[in-house]
């Protein structure tokens, strides 16, 4: 299958004011892939997400989206980028005075010219593509963590995206509900084909979903690893990407190796 | 940028033995007209005793949720009537999205009851909560007594510095939006006044009216009014978020009562900061007075000077200044019980910061006019 980038960042530099956090960052999204960003706390995933979905603008470098450069488009243009954007926030981010129906019919209420009545068919689609049937007429409240990612899930992809972004979708998860949202993802992606791009330090997911991959290390605030994680757990030699993958194993993993 | 959407469109081909063929074909995407389902039902119903119905897609150009929602909807009709409908034929996504949403069921008992009380329960169920408010609001004063007495034994543990910042917030930065206010307000006794008094000659009067007007009543209240929109409203917000947040539980949990380091600060610095507030808005709306008398009036720095100084006693000082103390208290309390007593939602913040200004403005008012009548019976 010849691969076809979905989205390229060419030598970015994001920055709090002067304080670089991250910088020369260069690496390829492809489509339908599903794309890791991984590294310690306090290295910068989270903001490098906030850039590539452009709540956060770039100090320097460039972000592109085929072959549209993000932060050089008009308005309009960054605006339709972003429609085709699906985010899922780490705490789901629902809006709470709005009941879970009502939180996926207003993306589709606004971008969409259906009618009421099939927005709620829609709705309804999305609550059960993510198990939530029934559901419609409950607040955020009055549902637990787990279920609010999922809600959060099924808001990310009312309007069918072609990127889904996910912030830490495992974070407060128990392990069986984490890795049904790990299955979920692999299915959207691929009954969607969309790409998929991941925060996260959760190593099971790593090497479950995860096909490529880049590293972000918070000294050398660059990239020090980029590829399949699956792949640079037994090939990578770099001592920080070992001890990060195999849990701080590395001089264990050395031996047997 | 796109290519144009081929209309979608559906066609049914008789087989053989009661089955049909569904032949779907064009773009089933939103943002294209679809064919309804009612629609497409009554054309295959045309044909009798059918019991299963393949779905040809040949033809079928792009598709999205539209087309899964459409077929999944499709198949529940048709079961009803104890048709299957084959999708092996559709694209592997829809099939899997399919399976997906089918896995697992609605939860029956998920769906609300919605009945509409009668008005009899309506003000039953308004008395009660009317009840419980009374209560929570008795027991909140109580704490707070509690927690005064445990800071007079010198047992109330907070941090200096986040009462300093608290009298900080509730003090210095609001005296700009004070000088506005209580400048406008002396302007505006002392002119609604000029008018009146120009017509007996006694324009020197104005000093008095402004002077009583001011320290008695309106030096305080105005400065109630905006402390309770300014600070009793941020009270409010900082431990409505609090409670969001659960820091007001970490605080609990570590044993920390969140009355002594949370709220005792907060009542103590506006009612402190109160007084001091209302002295300066006194000051600064003589000084409004003051512009209408000379301005306006042709009346003398020095006169109306001495007017001012004749027309008040310490008396009426000391009333305007008690009751803003009095105040203070008030919006203090009403603001970090409103914020405490959050719930644990962006939108009961926003109705939390609501209560406690409302409450708070409502309840100046009242204490006004029950220190009036009291002052009134006292002969003060």
């Known amino acids: 299958m010849a691969q076809k980038a979905h989205i390229t960042v060419n030598d970015l530099t994001m920055a709090y004011g002067d304080f670089v956090i991250q910088q020369n960052l260069s690496f390829t999204v492809n489509k339908e892939d599903i794309f890791i960003i991984m ?81 709620s068919e829609l709705v309804s689609l999305k609550l059960a593509l993510v198990g939530l049937s029934g559901f419609e007429d409950y607040f955020p409240s009055e549902i637990s963590g787990g279920m609010q990612k999922r809600a959060g899930l099924a808001r990310a992809i009312a309007l069918d995206p072609d990127i889904l972004f996910f912030d830490e979708p495992s974070a407060g998860l128990d392990p069986v509900s984490a890795k049904l949202l790990d299955d979920l993802i692999l299915e959207l992606r691929d009954s969607l084909g969309a790409t998929i791009i991941i925060v996260t330090h959760e190593l099971a997911s790593i090497f479950a979903i995860g096909n490529n991959s880049i590293f972000l290390d918070a000294d050398s605030k660059t990239m020090i690893a980029v590829g399949d994680p699956n792949i640079l757990l037994q090939e990578s030699k770099d001592p920080k990407v070992r001890q990060f993958l195999t849990r701080g194993k590395t001089y264990l993993s050395e031996q047997y190796s | 940028m796109t290519a144009p959407l081929i209309p979608s469109h559906y066609q049914i081909q008789p ?97 609300k009851k919605k009945t509409q009380p009668s008005f009899a329960t309506q003000l039953g169920q308004k008395a009660i909560s009317s009840m419980a408010e009374v209560q929570k609001f008795t027991t909140f ?139 300066y808005s006194d000051v600064i709306g003589i000084l409004g007075g003051l512009l209408i008398g000379i301005g306006v009036m042709d009346i003398s720095v020095v006169e109306y000077y001495l007017q001012t100084q004749q027309s008040i006693t310490l008396v009426d000082w000391s009333t305007g ?24 939602s962006a939108s009961a913040v926003g109705i939390a910061t609501t209560t406690a200004v409302v409450r708070s403005i409502v309840i100046i008012i009242v204490a006004d006019a029950i220190f009036t009548l009291l002052f009134e019976s006292l002969g003060i």
């Open chain 1, 39 to 119: 590294g310690g706390s306090g290295c910068g995933k989270s903001t490098l997400l906030r850039l590539l979905v452009g709540l956060k603008q770039p100090k320097n470098g460039s972000v592109f989206y085929q072959n549209t450069n993000f932060w050089q488009a008009n308005e309009q243009q960054r605006n339709e980028i972003m429609r085709k954007n699906g985010i899922l926030y780490q705490s789901g981010a629902l809006w709470s005075s709005m009941t879970l129906a009502e939180n996926i019919a207003l993306p589709l209420a606004e971008y969409t010219d259906l009618s009421t009545v099939e927005i």
């Open chain 2, 321 to 344: 200044i008690f009751k803003s103390s009095v105040y203070g208290l008030l919006i203090a309390i009403i603001g970090c019980m409103s914020g405490i007593q959050c719930g644990r």
């Open chain 2, 15 to 111: 087989l053989s033995n009661g089955r049909l063929e569904l032949q779907l074909g064009g773009d089933w995407v939103i943002g294209n007209a679809i064919p309804s389902l009612n629609e497409v039902k009554k054309s295959l119903y045309q044909y009798q005793n059918i019991s299963y119905i393949v779905i040809n897609s040949h033809s079928l150009g792009n598709w999205d949720s539209r087309l899964v929602s459409f077929v999944l909807r499709l198949t529940e009709v048709l079961s009803k009537d104890n048709i299957s409908l084959d999708i092996t034929d559709l694209p592997s996504g829809i099939q899997s999205l399919i399976r997906l949403a089918t896995t697992v069921s609605a939860r029956k008992d998920t769906h």
């Open chain 2, 141 to 279: 004063i109580g704490e707070v007594y509690l927690s005064m007495a445990r800071f007079i034994q010198g047992k109330a543990r907070f941090r200096n510095q986040d009462f300093w910042q608290v009298v900080q917030e509730c003090g210095p930065s609001a005296l700009p939006i004070i000088t506005l206010i209580s400048l406008l307000m002396g302007l505006i006794l002392a002119f609604m006044g000029a008018i009146q008094l120009r017509l007996f000659g006694a324009d020197i009067y104005v000093a008095n009216l402004v002077a009583i007007g001011m320290t008695r009543e309106m030096g305080a209240m105005m400065t109630a009014i905006i402390m309770a929109g300014r600070t009793g409203a941020s009270f409010a917000a900082k431990l409505g978020t609090m409670q969001v947040n659960e820091e007001i539980n970490a605080f609990k949990t570590m044993g920390i009562a969140a009355m002594d380091f949370l709220i005792l600060p907060r009542i103590l610095a506006l009612t402190l900061m109160m007084p001091l507030l209302t002295i």
